[in-house]
């Protein structure tokens, strides 16, 4: 299903924890975003899913700061997130990333979940 690309919409208040947004990068579908976590080290926990809501919802990746957060374009309508299954899963990734184990993302949250479709994976 592709979708038009979002316009921008004016200023945006400052990105912050638990916030909802838009995301959009070129080539790419726009997607949601709920900033779960904000690091001092430059890293961003994020939920990503389809602006539509269909399809596969990547319930925890980690990006770098400017990777995660640089395609913003707009605040959006929240969307259900269960704060303790992403706490857990933000445990297991800092756990897997000390051991070397897990990445963090520099590509936009549009194209590791245009990646996650091709791929099949994801919660549905």
Request: net charge negative; hydrophobic share 40%.
């Amino acid at each position: 299903m592709s979708v038009e690309p979002p316009e921008f919409r004016g200023d945006l208040p400052e990105t912050e924890a638990g916030g909802f947004y838009l995301s959009h990068a070129e080539g790419f579908d726009p997607v949601t975003i709920w900033v779960g976590r904000i690091g001092d080290d430059d890293v961003v926990s994020l939920i990503v899913r389809h602006v539509a809501g269909a399809g596969p919802v990547l319930d925890h990746a980690a990006f770098t700061k400017d990777a995660g957060l640089g395609g913003i374009v707009a605040l959006t309508t929240p969307f259900e997130v269960d704060e303790a299954v992403f706490a857990n899963a933000c445990g297991v990734w800092d756990e897997a990333h000390a051991a070397g184990e897990a990445a963090i993302h520099d590509r936009s949250p549009n194209e590791i979940y245009a990646q996650l479709q091709a791929d099949g994976e994801g919660r549905t």
